[in-house]
């Protein structure tokens, strides 16, 4: 009984070992344009939901704060977005971007209410793991 399971534990480890061999994390910061009226936390909180995303957060940044003041209707922010992928990094950004504004049922995804635009920048693209 005690070789089966650790038969099995091995199994398992060398699996994880593969698994973290082929996917990787990445780091991405986009400048995101939100509805005023809408709850940026709330729209920051739905980006979760896509479909390799692992953390987003929003970022401070004085020369936006000083931007949003003077508009009227929307807000612009920066949000870093940490996701996981086996496939070109580059390919997944512009998936995570057209997840955050449009909607495609084929696809599977749905617009986040609250975000209008959001910008991928990708010199700060980097792969964290």
Known sequence: MTS?????????????????????????????????????????????????????????????????????DYEYSSVEVKFVTNKNPKDQVEFIKKAMVTSDKNMGIDNIVGIVAASPRLETLKQID
């Not at 698994?19 to 809408?38: A, D, E, M, Q």
């Open 4 to 72: 089966l399971i650790k038969i099995l534990l091995e199994r398992d480890f060398q699996r994880k070992e593969s698994i973290k061999k082929t996917y990787h994390t990445y780091s991405c910061y986009f400048l995101v344009k939100f509805k005023k009226k809408i709850n940026r936390i709330q729209a920051v909180e739905r980006v979760r939901g896509i479909k390799t995303v692992t953390i987003v957060d929003l970022r401070g940044d004085e020369k936006l704060e000083k931007i949003n003041r003077t508009l009227v």
